[in-house]
């Protein structure tokens, strides 16, 4: 079952995904940057689309280093099974089945 601290942060990280692309061309568009009023429209829309571009994959990059930094529940895998298995890797194989597997062969 998922938790809710993933399922928030995974909500969050889409959140921002969608709001600072967004964000960051009507900020451009609208000249809300200062310094960069005496770019031509080409060079602005040019900008602005490259650094929302680059903002969504610093969110995706900081989403999968939140996602490493959760703690790993370890499945063990149960004893009894292992020793059956270990068992049965270790018995000789009869010799009806070998003489079929070299007939298949």
Request: aromatic content about 12%; charged content about 15%.
């Amino acid at each position: 079952m998922i938790s809710q601290g993933v399922l928030k942060k995974f909500f969050i990280a889409s959140m921002f995904m969608w709001m600072a692309p967004v964000a960051i061309l009507y900020a451009f568009n609208h000249q809300l940057v200062p310094g960069f009023t005496d770019l031509s429209s080409y060079h602005v829309t040019l900008l602005s689309g490259l650094l929302a571009v680059v903002s969504v994959n610093v969110i995706i990059a900081f989403y999968i280093w939140m996602a490493m930094q959760e703690p790993s529940d370890k499945h063990e895998p149960d004893p009894k099974f292992l020793a059956e298995a270990q068992a049965s890797l270790n018995q000789d194989v009869p010799s009806e089945l070998a003489e079929s597997r070299e007939k298949q062969e």
